[in-house]
Every structure is written in structure tokens, then in C-alpha cells.
């Protein structure tokens, strides 16, 4: 399924759309591509992402880039694998280029270790050579462009752990990942009149008293669209949601949202496009 914006600047496919307990729906995680490359941002909680990216027909040995928000299992454990696979296909020949991951120092850290410590060495043996990991600071820009612009990596500030949340960006577009928690004011020169917002919305405002997301530090539909709104965004694509209510997700998340927000909204499903945004 695809939906068409009025841009044309990156395709997002979507891996996944739910929160960690999913069932019914894959784990958040996502592609980002343009004529300039891939970008996996995470990659899920288990070897499912191995199938995810076979059924949106996008070949491992496609991906140039992964960016991996947190530590998280629903977010770093779908890594292994994609390490794992990057390296069998380096050492058969059938990679080309570096393969490169960003992320921060207590990411790169695990990363490394589970590498390491779960991997055979001749596989391992990829991770510094053929697969990179880039660390990267409060506020730093990778020292690539990554799909031909500028990768800006920034603290979310969770009370949880780490997690770093991206832009991307260029002298007149701006794609801004806000990760998977509610927004900090201190994001706010990330965010500010991003052409696309990309923004956690765990229920809906009217489900808040089943879902109970503030408790558990997460957003409403509702609360993403007012924040886009605030920051002058002029597109809006909300995931890492609940999936109980998968049968009317796309429509009621989309009715709320847009009573809060006059730009586009997008409610992926799984394995969904969204085109030129």
C-alpha cells in the first residue's frame, strides 16, 4: 500500500509499527530511502526484520546506513541479525561498500558486545572492517551526508535510558525521528518546522483511561498532533502504537490527529509506504 505526499524527497517504508508487545503488528522500525541510498532506522526485537525486509522487497545487501534510537529489545535486538546477514554477505562476496551504523556510546557498546559474544569470529570479524559503528554526541552530525544530506543525532533527554532521536537535513528539508517517548522542549531546533515529524503516539486521547499511556510515558494521538502544530511541522507520521485497536487504528488516529493538526497525517500499517516525504 502506498500513500503520496506533494514531496519527493525520501520513501519511508515501515517494518513495524507497534509498541514492544506487539503480536499482531512487527516492533517500530523503518526505511528511509532517495536515490541516494537506504537508511534502516532500528530494527525490531528478533529475526522477524530478516522477513519484514523481504516482504517490502528490500534486499539486505540494499542498506547502507542504520541508525538505532535506544537499547531497548524492541529496538536492538533485530540488530543481530542484520549484522549477522551484512557479514555473510561481505564475506561471500555479495556486499559492497561499509555498512554503517549510528548510534551512541551505550548502543555501540551492546552492539558490540552482543557482536562479539553471539556471533561466530569469522563473521564478528566484519564489525571495524566492513561494518562500522559511528558514536555520535548530543547534537553531532555524522561525518558522512547520509542519503545526500546531513545526519544530526540528538538526546531525547528519556528518564528512562539514552535514546537519541535524528534529523535530516539539507539547505531546504528537514526530516525529524522525535524516537519513542514524549517530546523535551530541549529538541526544539531539531523539530522546528520539520517538513516531516515522525512521532510516538501510543492510543488514542479518548482510549487514554485503557491504555493508560502517561503513566506509561508515552503520547497520545492527540498530544502529537497539538505538538506538531506548536512546532510548525507540515507533515506528521505517528507510530509505536497500541494494537488492539489495529482494525480502526488508520482511520481513528488519523480523525483525532488532524483535529489538532492542518498538515498531512500519515498512520502507517505495517509494510506500508508513505512516498515523497
Known sequence: MNCKSTNSRVKITMLGTANALAKKCYNTCFVLENEHGRLLVDAGGGNQILSR?????????????????????????????????????????????????YTHDDVAELLEIMTLRMLPKKIAKELGNGIKIVRLADGENAPESVLGMTLTAFSIHSTKLVQFG????????????????????????????????????????????????????HSTAMDAAKLATELGAKSLLLYHTEEKTIATRKEKYTAEAKQYFSGNVYVPEDLEVVEGI
Open 166 to 217: 535524528f534529523m535530516l537535513s539539507d539547505e531546504d528539508y528537514k526530516l525529524t525521528c522525535l524516537g519513542d517517548e514524549p517530546y523535551n522542549a530541549k529538541c526544539e531546533k531539531y523539530a522546528k518546522n520539520a517538513d516531516i515529524l515522525l512521532c510516538e503516539a501510543f492510543c488514542l486521547y479518548e482510549d487514554r483511561e485503557v491504555f493508560h499511556p502517561y503513566e506509561k510515558h
Open 53 to 101: 525486509l523481504d516482504k517490502a522487497n528490500i534486499p539486505l545487501t540494499s542498506l547502507n546506513y542504520m541508525f538505532v534510537t535506544h537499547a531497548h529489545t524492541d529496538h536492538i535486538l533485530g540488530c543481530i541479525w542484520i549484522i549477522r546477514m551484512i557479514s555473510t554477505a561481505i564475506n561471500r562476496g555479495e556486499y559492497t561498500g561499509t555498512f554503517t551504523i
